[in-house]
């Protein structure tokens, strides 16, 4: 498959302690900046960072597999082994989880491990590993 690099902006209060938020969990780096903005590059996808110091979370939440899912919401589909990764740094920089580590559609082809986590300016984050990367899009 030839991945396309998604490009993501998102809204944030404070830049650069959303920063220190995404580089103690994901392994990042960085692309162009300006005073009110920045580029990551987040697993090979433009996540820009926009300063909005007023922005408010519009949340909402359906109900999927015994969890309230918030949206919107964007993440990232991981690896087993680099999910765990991330779940090391996220409790090594003692950070909430917004929904705990756990399986979802257990014995189906939709088998996924996966997590939640709110940034400091209320986005939510999920990020999530397939049993079998191949049923991704598997109706």
Not at 35 to 46: E, K
Not at 103 to 127: A, C, H, M, W, Y
Request: a negative charge; hydrophobic letters at 40%; glycine letters at 6%.
């Amino acid at each position: 498959m030839n991945m396309k690099p998604f490009h993501l902006a998102i809204p944030v209060h404070n830049l650069k302690d959303s920063v220190a938020f995404y580089k103690s969990i994901f392994p990042i780096s960085f692309g162009r900046s300006a005073d009110s903005w920045i580029d990551l590059n987040f697993y090979g996808h433009q996540l820009v960072l926009h300063k909005h110091k007023d922005f408010q979370s519009n949340e909402g939440f359906n109900h999927v597999d015994g969890d309230n899912v918030p949206f919107p919401h964007f993440g990232i589909v991981l690896s087993i082994d680099e999910f765990y990764s991330v779940i090391k740094n996220v409790e090594a920089s003692e950070i909430n989880y917004f929904i705990e580590p756990r399986v979802r559609f257990e014995n189906t082809d939709g088998e996924q491990s996966t997590f939640f986590l709110k940034d400091p300016s209320g986005n939510f984050i999920e990020v999530k590993a397939f049993k079998n990367i191949n049923n991704l899009f598997k109706p």
